[in-house]
């Protein structure tokens, strides 16, 4: 995705499609999240996401192996 896709995006605000999250959820709630997306239509999940669609960013070294134990345990 360009930047100029992700920021149309964002701007578009959250909905059952897209949810913004400031930092990475603990392991469990990024799961229930991922969960219901798959049971659903679909969607993404921007970490580092302020709520008003502003990116606030977060230390990459705080995703890696977070995310991929939430993810396994969808």
Known sequence: MDEFTLRQELLSGEDSTH?????LPASNDLSKE????LNTRGGR?????????SICGVPSESLGQSFDNAISNA
Do not use: L, P, T
């Open 19 to 23: 949810q913004f999250k400031r930092q």
């Open 34 to 37: 991922v969960a219901a997306f």
């Open 45 to 53: 999940i921007f970490i580092g996401v302020d709520d008003d669609g």
